[in-house]
């Protein structure tokens, strides 16, 4: 997990997976995927409530960039700051595209043997989100 010190002129910001506590801290600003498109949150911005499509979450900080990607979830943001509730989020810099092309062979071998309907559409939509983490790379 990444920790990052108080600042009362910053933006509060935590992103959990159901794994665990990826980052918290305050930052300068923070870029999610929102379902209905982009959206970049300030300090001080309006109360939102947003659903996460697949995409980068980037972390703006005095520092530098971090960029995690997430497969859906949810983000809110309130008088304490931006919590982003994510199904799947993976570090880019943990990321390996060889085997990420793999699973997408995989992805599209499933999709092609698919006997049902119902297990078609899933396997279409592991294989989409699978693009989507390629195309953050």
Do not use: C, W, Y
């Not at 999709?111 to 297990?119: C, F, L, P, S």
């Amino acid at each position: 997990m990444i920790q990052q010190k108080a600042n009362p002129m910053a933006l509060h910001f935590e992103l959990v997976s159901p794994a665990r506590l990826l980052f918290s801290g305050d930052v300068v600003s923070v870029q999610i995927p929102g379902a209905e498109g982009e959206m970049t949150i300030l300090p001080g911005h309006a109360p939102v409530l947003s659903t996460l499509k697949p995409g980068v979450v980037s972390i703006q900080k005095d520092g530098g960039t971090d960029k995690i990607f997430v497969r859906g979830g949810f983000a809110e943001v309130n008088a304490k700051g931006l919590t982003v509730l994510a199904e799947t989020a993976i570090a880019l810099a943990d990321l390996d595209q060889a085997a990420i092309a793999q699973q997408i062979k995989n992805a599209e071998e499933d999709v092609a043997d698919a006997k049902t309907d119902a297990a078609r559409a899933k396997a279409a939509e592991t294989l989409d989100h699978l693009k989507a983490l390629q195309a953050s790379l």
